[in-house]
Structure formats: C-alpha cells, structure tokens
C-alpha cells in the first residue's frame, strides 16, 4: 500500500467507480443449527463468580487488547513521557480513568490526602494554605471536559505516521470533574493586592519533580478553571494527580497541573522552562509562536481506521468518531468518504457538553469500494477544522504542537485502513 | 445514641437552639512552618511511576476503603446475592464500572464476544439471531441513565437499620451507555405477525444459569430501551453483562437483562419465576402489587452521612447528594436540616439528563448543633418524594422493594451521623 500513502483524489475516484456494485447485504439473518443458540451453554449451567469476589472490577480478559499503549521510540524515558488513551476501542463520550492517557514531566507520585498541601500566594491579600479536608469545605461544581496534550497529533506534521488512531489522536481524554473553582480559592486570598486584574497572571505548579509550572491569564483563572479532587465520581488516579489537579477547560493538557501545591498571582508571565523551552509553535521562518493555550476544534473518525478494520464485508456499517473544540460546543460534524470531494452531516450521539467530547455517527451502506474517510468539525464560534495544506499553508512544518487538521483513512476493499495523506 | 433512634422533631428543636451559638470559622488559614508546605518532600526528589508500568490503572492503595461492599447476613450466597456501590464516597454522577453494584441471580459468567448471540423469536415475521459484530452495525446511541434495583433501601421498611448510605441506598449506578434501540432489532425481525401492537409483551432471558426473564410491555420495549454493549465508553465489565445487556431506562434493575441471549414477543406477560416469586410488592392485607417497574423519584444525602462524619468541626459545610427518577428529570431538590419541618432549596450540581443521577448540594456554616438531615426530590411530573410515614400507609411494612422514601441521618455535634427515623 505504499503507493497509496499520497492518492490523489482523481485516482481514487477511478478506483471507486469500478468497485461501486456490490449489494447491500442485511445486518442479521436467521441461522439454522447454530450450537451457540440451540445447545445448553456451560455457563448456563454453573454458578458464576459471587459478588464477594471483586471489590473492585477490572475489565473481563478478552478486553486486555484495549489499554494505554506507548511509542517507545518517542521519547527518551518513560518516565518522561505518554501514553495513548486506546480510543479506537471505546465508544461514547466518557474515558475511563483507567485507560486515560498519561503524560508526565518526572513520572507519577504517590501523596496521601492528609500530606497534601495547596498554597495560594504572590499578589494577595493573605496567603493561604489549603489542606485537602479545607479544599471540601468550598461550593463544589461538576463537569464533563476534554483534557487534549498539545502533542496530540504531532507526529503526523511531515506526513502520515502513526498507523492508528490511538497514536495519532490518543492524547485526549473526557471525564466528569469534581472540584471547586479556582475563583473561590483566589478570592478566599483576596484580590485586592493584586489591583487592576486585567494584566494579572498565575503561576501554577505541581508537587513532582519536574513542578511542570505554567502561566495562565487572571481572566482564564476567574472564569471556568476548577480545582479537582475526583474525575468520573472516583478519586483522582495517582496518575491523573492524585489527590488534586487542575482542570484547564478547553486548554493544552500540560496546564492541568497533577499534585496542584501552588498558585501565585503575580503581574506577568513567570516564562517558565516548560512555556520557552517547550509548548511553543516554531513557524515556518523560525520564530516562535507562544500562549497557544486553546485546543482548537478537530474530530477524528475512531472506527474503522487502522485499528479497527472494517471485519464484516459490504453492508450496513457504522462510521464513528469523536469531535471536541476548546472553544465551547461541537455544533456540526461533516464525514466524506471520497478525501473530501463530498461530505455528508453526520449524527451527533448526543449533544455534548462545552469543551467536551461529542461522539459522531455515520450510518451507511458500504459497497465495498475503497474509502478515503475524513471528519470535519465545526463548533459555535464558527471555526472549520483545517486540512493538513491549509495547516501547513499557515503553520510550516517546523511543529509539534496544535495539529488539529483533517485526519484521512484509506479504507481498502477488504476492510484494511491505513492513515494516508490525500494530495 | 439508641435513644436518638426516634427522635421527636420537638425534643430535637429545643436541642438545637441552645447549642446554635458556635462561630463560622473560615475554611482556609495562613499557616507557619508546616513542613508539608515549606521543606522539600521526598516526591519532589525523585522519578516517579513511568507510563509503562499501568497499561490498564486502578485506583491508588490510600482509596482501598471505597469499594463495592456486600452484607453478609443480608442474602443465603454470595452467588444469588448482592453488593453495593460506595456512594458514600464518590461525587458527580458518573459511576465507575469497577465499583459500581452488583447483583446476579447465578453468579457472573464468562462469555467471548465471539460465542455471543441475541435470538428473536416469537409474533415477528423473520425470527433472527444476531451476532455480536451484527449488532455493531445498527445505528448506535449514547444515554446516561441510572439502573436501582428494586430492592434498594428495601431492609428499611421495618426502621432504620444499616448504617451507612452504601448499604441504604447503595444499589444504584450512573453510566453513559452505548448501544442499540431495541426497536431496531425488532423492526428488523419484523413486527407485522404481532398485529395490534398495544397489548403485546417482550420476554426478555439471559444465558446465565439464572436466566432471570422478564416481560416487558411493547410500548417500553419500542421506546427507549438499549441493547447496549459499552458503558462509560469501554466494553461493560463482566459482572455487567458482557458483552451486552439490556438497558431498561427508568426501571428496577433486574429488568435490565444481562448476557441477553432471548428476546421473544408474545401476547401475554411469560409471568415467569423472577416477575412472580420476586419483584412484587406485598400490600398490608396480604394481596400482592405487581408490574411495578418504574423506580420513583428518590434522593439521599451522601456525604454527611454514618460513612462519611463532618471531621472538621463547625463552619463552612458541604452537603452532597444524589437524586433520580424513572420518569424523567429531576427539577428539584429540598434539604432539611431539622427533620423535615424547614426545607431549603439544594443547588443542582449540573442539570441531570433524564432517567440519570443527579448530583444536588446544599453549602451551609454549621454552627455545630445537631442536626436532622433529610432531602426530598422532585421531578418533571411533579411527583414529591414521599416521607417514610406517607410510603407506610399506602403500602403497609410487608414490602421488601421500591422503598423510596424520605432518609433521615442524626449528624450530632461531634459530626457523626446515623441512620435514624423521626416521629
């Protein structure tokens, strides 16, 4: 298939108008004999496993394909580096905990409740420290978000790579967070010192080594920004920072710092090393582009794709995908399966949350013909998902950040996909 | 504190008024010289946990406590038994899959998605069986909703007995479900052979040894009810069905089929073992109720409760609980602190979908007096959550389900509470 990593969309249309004749085939049929419905089962004639079994339950064996995955030849350590939420495998909108990437700067550390500690300090009128039983005394408010790495995506800006969609898009998960608005914690401090908020920043960092300390404007800090103790009802995961993280809706996932221990209003950017030397844009005529906070809209299609082939033939088959923008509502997804010659408006599962995953359908008939499948999001502030030429038309190749271009699957004949660019 | 079991709602007026002279104390404080604080921790001096080591996570050790959790003397095995979710515990609505309750009627059984199949038989014009990979190619939809079983709060008809809001009411879970209308696969066999659709039934069986079928009337069956194969995004736990389950939104529990293997449309309800040793309600002269699916609106205050204990003395307080209905939204939720002769409206934390948890809060300064906590949920039909007099006199105390009544909890001035009535 290497010839067909760049198609050209004239090619491809050749291709399709020839394969074009299949019949659309039902999606059941009555079976006659099947041991597997007419015979008694083994386990319709046992006791199964009792409740007293497992306090807490893990996913059943067969399901052990569907877990965190890294790249090793992507970073140096593991302990300084990521994972990738398995999402060609999931489905919905809600990422469990469990299989939620990972991405860390000195790797995870482990912190009892009671040695946790959040100090509040800089430009305030009293600095405060905030044990976790202090942090449960404050109103609290419950969110569903996306938490995108700014890297999602970031090895596809040469060309296409990565073959499958858990390592070009897996840097994203979606949980519901519980925790008390920054704003509350701030003002707790008292803002006074800090006069005129309007050029005001924070500085945040984390208990771990690395401290991961990032800048974020007064505005972003009084607005939706949350101090979150639980994720998806539960604890924290020592991974996800337990027992306390930052929760930066819409923003790049490396300021949502795990293990939070303090936050100082001062009256400009600290430029930390983690905002110089790294989460900044290198454009085409090498400077460098900075404060590229937003996760801008983007949507993947996760099955089929390289992963997840297409297994049952001509027919009925469910497209699926998952769409999100940093800046409030999915409103409208568009799926072509022609590289974008056409499109079609898919079938939102629900309406999502601000900021939040929003899963996507398009049901067809498959006629068994090649497909070149993309997704194209938009969200409420009108914005359209880039294709990779308009990306690197405005951006170069120098990145690795904020990819969020049309991604493009070749579906061949038999269901195979592969990620390939279109020309 | 046995004498406080009934407390009269006068004796405990004149309890609080003269202990209501506390002071509010703020909730955060400048400290010196904690060493949690300003001294360098072990955490922050070395690598911690790569992302290679958890391809699958699970919750750190210091959370062990907060785990699904049976009462021995409650059932004769834990095969036929039950545990229960520690929502003590959680916050938000969503209910990880790993500690979320359990119960079978044969123990939890074993079975590859490749061994699956779902037969429809019966009045339809095709008789179908569908295989796991045939049901993936149906339209798909994504739904939050809670599944009670019946039997929840059902040990406290006679008083209040267990001490804990896991065992009183914790046999409830929240989860974002992915499958397909049940209609689609009935449409699909064909319903013409069933004529008048108003008064037919679908038995609905598992491939547990248990079997545990059901009848379900056809308009439920054709509104909103799921073949569902995921929750919570990733394939159901074993002990959740896999790998499919119905889904039953609104309805007690054990109409929610696990390992659906049959579903047979019929004009008359099978009145099978489960709908006629089980799941009907015992009135006080012995007659029994029957067809008693929907589960009532209902809302209990977790958090404090006998598990969870105010540690932190007077001041600012956070009282957190859940409320749902099986006919829709919650609109409103009341709190009370005396007992139920003032009521307060709670803040909904996030507006809840319909037949889905809701998270509600009530943000007080305890003054340190005594107090009766109670809430009272409302829903869209204008239902009222009744108390546990009102839910006597209309059902007597012979019944073990659908016990949705008003809880009460003792919270004394040292903040621990207890399961308690009031007279």
Redesign the interface.
């Known amino acids: 298939m290497d010839e067909m990593h760049k198609p050209s969309r004239r090619a491809f249309l050749r291709g399709s108008a020839a394969a074009a004749a299949g019949s659309i085939a ?6 006659t004999a ?1 041991p ?2 007419t015979d008694v ?1 083994d ?18 064996e ?2 052990s394909h ?5 790249v090793e030849w992507l970073t140096a ?3 300084s ?3 990738f939420t398995p999402i060609h ?11 939620a990437f ?3 700067h ?8 009671d ?3 959040l ?1 509040i300090n800089g430009l305030v009128d ?5 044990t976790y ?2 942090l ?8 569903v978000y996306f938490c995108e790495c700014a890297a999602n995506t970031g090895m596809e800006w040469a060309g296409a790579q990565l073959n499958g969609v858990q390592f070009t898009h897996g840097m994203i998960h979606n949980m ?3 925790g008390v608005p920054l704003r509350a ?1 701030l003002n ?1 401090a008292g803002l006074g010192a800090a006069g005129d908020l309007k050029d005001k920043w924070v500085y945040v960092e984390g ?3 690395s ?1 991961n300390g990032r800048s974020i404007p007064m505005e972003k800090a009084l607005d939706d920004v949350l101090v979150a ?2 994720a ?4 924290l ?3 996800h920072g ?1 027992p306390v993280r930052l929760v930066v809706p819409g923003w790049e996932g490396n300021m949502w710092v795990k ?1 939070i ?1 303090r936050i100082e209003v001062s009256d400009a950017a600290t430029e930390s090393r983690e905002e110089t030397s790294k989460y900044t844009d290198v454009m085409e005529d090498g400077t460098a582009r900075k404060w590229t906070w937003v996760m801008d809209a983007k949507s993947v299609i996760t099955s089929p794709s390289p992963q997840m082939p297409i ?2 033939g001509k ?4 497209i ?1 995908g998952l769409a999100w923008s940093g800046h409030g509502q999915i409103t409208r997804v568009d799926v072509s399966r022609d590289g974008g010659i056409t499109w079609e408006p898919a ?1 939102l ?2 309406q999502g949350d601000t900021k939040a995953l929003t ?1 996507f ?1 398009l ?1 067809v008939d498959w006629d068994g013909a090649p497909m070149l499948l993309q997704a194209r999001a938009m969200d409420e502030t009108g914005y359209v998902q880039p294709t990779k030429e308009q990306l690197r038309d405005a951006r170069g190749e120098n990145s690795v950040y904020h990819n969020n271009c049309i991604q493009t699957w070749y579906v061949n004949a038999e269901g195979i996909a592969e990620n390939v660019e279109v020309s």
């Not at 995870?108 to 409740?113: L, S, V």
């Not at 449960?136 to 969110?143: A, I, K, L, V």
């Not at 998806?232 to 604890?235: C, I, L, T």
């Open positions: 039902g999606a059941a049929s009555a079976q099947d597997l419905i089962q386990w319709a004639s046992i006791t199964g496993v009792g409740v007293d079994e497992t306090p807490y339950g893990l996913p059943i067969y399901e569907v877990v965190r995955r890294n350590s593991p302990i580096s990521i994972n495998a999931l489905e919905g909108t809600i990422t469990p905990q469990g299989c990972e991405r860390h000195s790797g995870a550390i482990e912190m009892k409740k040695d946790y500690r100090m009293k600095p405060l420290v905030f039983a202090d449960e005394r404050f109103p609290r408010e419950n969110h519901e967070y519980t914690l707790e208990a771990d080594a401290s103790f639980k998806n009802g539960e604890a995961r020592m991974e337990y293990w221990r297994e049952h027919g009925p088959l469910v699926s079938r599962g629900k899963r359908y049901d």
